[in-house]
């Protein structure tokens, strides 16, 4: 594990333009479970109930999906970001990198001191919620006590359409300005460093895969195996809060 930090270590120092991607893996270390993990969200709810299509369409896919909202809200306020999200953010302050792309919608990334405008959620975000027709907002807050009370969450009071949380969810489309920054940071990168993702959900997981035919090197932070492993440049087998931490210290920043 030693060589393979040196090897980051180096790596990021010889960059000059340095992308970051992460996924839930990223956040596990904060108390967030990741997905497909044992005990993730998926070993909670069922993701074909989940799409969009079903959200609009199915009352009872609806209610399942705030269902999951009311849980996530509960257990992930207050969470903190850990070593390997303040790693990135001070990569960053120190001009070693482009930005995170990130398909996480905890916010972590933000509350460890990145840049707002250098954080690319692909996925939307779990803090605002947004009605689907007109877009008027709805405090996160407000709809978690709604849901906590047991009620439901009425309509759009403007236009009657719904409401929902402004993660982007199975089938619905990615937001496309956010989407077309962050393949424009992957065509350029030198760098591209992918961390706690499983690489298995598209079109996100096609970034890295575009960083690396179009000659960025790609390393992968991961506790698992992932389907782009024979396309990276250097693998790293660990928990991205304790790496990332061991490949700060070898640049003489921690
Ligand atoms: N350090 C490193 N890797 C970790 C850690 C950790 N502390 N904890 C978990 N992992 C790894 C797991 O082994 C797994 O391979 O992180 C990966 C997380 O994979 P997923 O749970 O599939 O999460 P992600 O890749 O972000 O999923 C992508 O799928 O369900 C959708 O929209 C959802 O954004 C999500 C997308």
């Known amino acids: 594990m030693k060589e393979k ?29 990741d997905f497909r993990s044992p005990g993730g969200i998926w070993d909670r709810f069922d993701p074909d109930e989940m799409t969009f299509q079903r959200f609009v369409s199915e009352v009872k896919c609806r209610r399942s999906y705030w269902e999951l909202f009311r849980i996530c809200w509960k ?19 120190l001009g070693k990198l482009e930005g995170v792309i990130t398909q996480n919608v905890d916010g972590l990334h933000q509350a460890a001191g990145s840049s707002p405008d250098r954080v690319f959620e692909l996925h939307g975000t779990m803090w605002e919620i947004r009605c689907l027709q007109c877009g008027r907002d709805m405090p996160w807050k407000e709809a978690h006590e709604k849901l906590e009370r047991g009620e439901e969450i009425e309509n759009c009071p403007g236009c009657g359409g719904l409401y929902k949380p402004a993660t982007i969810a199975f089938g619905q489309s990615l937001p496309l ?52 492993d024979d396309l990276a440049h250097l693998i790293i087998r660990g928990r991205a809060g304790e790496v990332m931490s061991e490949v700060m210290r070898e640049m003489g920043l921690w």
Do not use: W
């Open 5 to 33: 930090v040196a090897l980051l270590a180096r790596l990021l120092k010889e960059s000059n333009r340095t992308v970051f991607f992460s996924g839930a893996g990223i956040s596990t270390e904060s108390g967030v479970p």
């Open 177 to 228: 300005e956010t989407l077309r920054q962050a393949q424009e940071l992957s065509v350029h990168c030198e760098l591209f460093v992918s961390v706690g993702s499983s690489l298995v959900v598209y079109p996100a997981a096609r970034l890295p895969e575009v960083a690396a035919k179009s000659g960025g090197k790609l390393v992968i932070i991961n506790m698992e195996k992932t389907p782009l």
């Open 75 to 93: 257990e992930f306020d207050g969470v903190l970001p850990n070593p390997a999200h303040k790693a990135i953010a001070e990569l960053e302050k």
